[in-house]
């Protein structure tokens, strides 16, 4: 059975959509999941799992269950409501066709608004060495961090798993709040990836004179070349997350050592 769904893990709902094209735009609208086969679930945590399944199983008169073995029965058990719900869905009737008008403008397709939650009103402490303690040290930087960025620090987790840490581990569990913002190619090359290239004066310098940057921005044309050479477009929009902190904080929580780490300290 064919079916295109996009799915909002946090909250867990779901939308089902007649085509693959119409699925693909809402997702990339709302920041959504697009679902097109079962594997495309088997990201979601084992409490999202459970979730999606009461909301899929109560149209079809389905029992609910607490949890799931693993996540593979998860992704099947969900894709087959996903499915019996595609199949159930009526097609509207045709309507005659209305007289032909002007073309209107086309609108201009609406963008994703990112990832923004407000904190919690205390924050708590990450252990060092886990992942949420990475997520902080990354989201807290002045030049906050891409999607690239946090896949990679991460261990190459899915875009999907990288939101719910955002959304779940980040406001739910820690209390912080997250902060999006849309940058170009190149600015978000020059804002989080420019202090890795070292002194770039000898590659925009035609006179021989070396700078140091980010002082010197005077060939801003070899600038974008070098934003290119790292994989940046000028023509991309890119989402740059960033950490809310809750009223009254100027910093992260420092990180708590782990049970390990305190026992090998004679703690």
């Known amino acids: 059975m064919t079916t295109f769904t996009t799915i909002d893990p946090t909250a867990a709902t779901f939308a089902i959509h007649r085509t693959e094209e119409a699925a693909t735009a809402a997702a990339d609208r709302h920041d959504h999941l ?39 029965t998860a992704a099947r058990r969900i894709w087959q409501n996903l499915a019996a719900l595609s199949a159930n869905a009526t097609e509207p009737e045709a309507a005659p066709k209305p007289k ?28 060092a060495g886990t992942k949420q303690a990475t997520l902080v040290d990354l989201l807290s930087r002045p030049c906050g961090a891409t999607m690239n960025e946090l896949i990679d620090a991460l261990g190459n987790w899915k875009p999907i798993t990288v939101k719910s840490g955002l959304t ?20 978000a090359f020059r804002e989080c990836h420019l202090d890795d290239c070292g002194t770039f004066g000898t590659a925009i310098d035609r006179a021989g004179v070396t700078s140091q940057h980010p ?7 070899a600038l974008l070349a070098l934003a290119h050479e790292h994989g940046y477009d000028q023509s991309e929009r890119i989402a740059v997350y960033h950490l809310v902190l809750p009223k009254d904080m100027d910093a992260p929580l420092p990180h708590t050592q782990s049970t390990k780490a305190k026992v090998e300290a004679g703690q």
């Open 34 to 72: 697009l679902v097109l086969i079962a594997e495309d679930l088997s990201e979601l945590t084992m409490k999202q799992g459970a979730a999606l399944f009461a909301a899929t199983a109560a149209p079809l008169g389905i029992a609910t269950v607490k949890r799931f073995p693993d996540r593979t």
């Open 100 to 127: 032909a008008k002007p073309a209107a403008k086309a609108k201009a397709p609406r963008r994703s608004r990112g990832i923004n939650l407000a904190p919690k009103a205390e924050a708590k402490p990450c252990r």
């Open 168 to 187: 779940w581990d980040m406001n739910a569990v820690k209390g912080y709040g997250i902060r999006t913002e849309f940058l170009t190619g190149y600015e």
């Open 215 to 221: 002082d010197d921005h005077s060939d801003h044309d």
